[in-house]
Each structure stands twice: as C-alpha cells, then as structure tokens.
C-alpha cells in the first residue's frame, strides 16, 4: 500500500490487523517453534502499549521481542516504495530511543553491536534510469 499522508484511524485498525493474518495463516503449519505467536506478538510493547493483544514485559515471546527489533531496523533502514531509506544510524536512534520502554534493553543492545560491526545490509532499491 502506498499513500503520500499519514493513515487516518481506519486505516491505521487495518494495517494494525496485520499480525493476526499472519497469526492465522501460519497457525496451522507444524514448525518445531512458536513461529506463529512470534509472528502476532510481534507489534507488542513492553510496556503494552503494542498491538494486537497489548501484552507486557515478559509476556512477550523473546523470539517475539527480538523480531521486534529487527523489523523496526529493517523497514527505517531499506528503501520503501513510499520513502527512501532513513538509514542504519537513523534504526540505531530509534531503537536507542525505545530501549527499556519499548524493547527489550539486552535485543537492542545486541542489535546495535550487530549493526556496528556492519553485519546487516538494507536493502536498497536499485533504480533504473
């Protein structure tokens, strides 16, 4: 989905939907792991101010907690159809930023030691002139 303004409050419950699909497409496929309550907690705060269920702290998977992280750096660091990247330091601010409240304090600090030592490559759009 692509739109040039910020989502209103539908759009916003919409896209908030989002774990609950995956939740629900991937619940019914035997995997060794929890992969589908990773996948829906993966919106949930520490502080429960997340979605869709607004767990708390430990009631979040650490899998859950760790993917978190990871999609917060991957989508401000890679290109976007409707943005350009914001950038590895940009991802390292915000989830600096977020560190305590938000994230798990120990997933953001290896993650920034990961991003430091230049282990994760965005992805970048190659545009064809």
């Known amino acids: 989905m692509t739109k040039p303004a910020r989502l209103n409050a539908a759009e916003f419950a919409l896209v908030k939907q989002h774990p609950l699909v995956g939740y629900n497409i991937l619940k019914t496929i ?5 992969i589908a309550d990773i ?12 979605y869709p269920f607004g767990l708390k702290g430990e009631q979040i998977l650490a899998e859950s907690r760790i993917l978190t992280v990871a999609d917060i750096v991957e989508s401000m660091s890679s290109d976007r159809p409707y943005r350009a990247a914001l950038g590895i330091d940009a991802a390292i601010a915000e989830i600096t930023h977020l560190r305590g409240s938000k994230l798990d304090a120990d997933v953001v600090d290896a993650c920034v030691r990961v991003l430091q030592r230049g282990e994760f490559s965005p992805n970048l759009l190659q545009l064809q002139p």
Request: no cysteine.
């Open 39 to 50: 996948v829906v907690q993966h919106h949930e705060s520490l502080d429960g101010s997340g």
């Open 30 to 34: 035997d995997f060794p792991w929890p």
